[in-house]
């Protein structure tokens, strides 16, 4: 496990979700990357149930449950502007259980699926995000495998992702603010895809162009 960025491409103008990601796709390719398999992340929103809330009017708190299929034996629970939770797989039937305290909110189940990429010491992975049978928007996972501290290797997966993703490339991560120098963990690049399906979903209530 490297240090790892996660930032969303716009949609090329003119173009559907799909084929702005075979562009992108392309790009690597042609700069020597290697497909690697696919990936999958997906996270389910639960929110407090009515009976646990005391005061009428108080804002029902989020949790976002997520997986990675890099880490096919764990699950994680996320807090809105809280701590982040590494739980083994079973965490989701436990959550069946917890329906007195915590309800899944129907149909907002958000993730991202596509192909993975080797290049030299970076794992790539470009992704359409769905909600439902619509394509919503596309992600885009930049790990530098060699490093575990964010601080000695931002600048080179910057540098890195502009190679491909020109003008788009993300600034450096907030979460890397956090880290100074202290060990990269999976957890970090979860909090950037929650960071990132929440922007996609506040973006538009309605689907931009379907996967052909």
Known sequence: MGVTCVSQMPVAEGKSVQQTVEILTRKLELLGAEKQGTFCVD?????TAASTMGNQGQAAKLMYVMHNSEYPLSCFALFENG????????????MLKLKGFFQNAKGNKIESRGTRYQY???????????MGPSARGISVEVEYCPCVVANDCCNLLMEFMQSFMGSHAPGIPSVFGNKHDSIYSPSDTMVQYMELFNKI?????VPVAGIR
């Open 120 to 130: 030299c010491d970076f794992l790539v992975k470009v992704g359409t995000v769905t």
């Open 83 to 94: 701590p982040c939770l590494i739980a083994d797989a079973n965490f989701d039937v436990l």
């Open 201 to 205: 979903r506040k973006q538009q209530q």
């Open 43 to 47: 996270c389910e929103t639960y929110h």
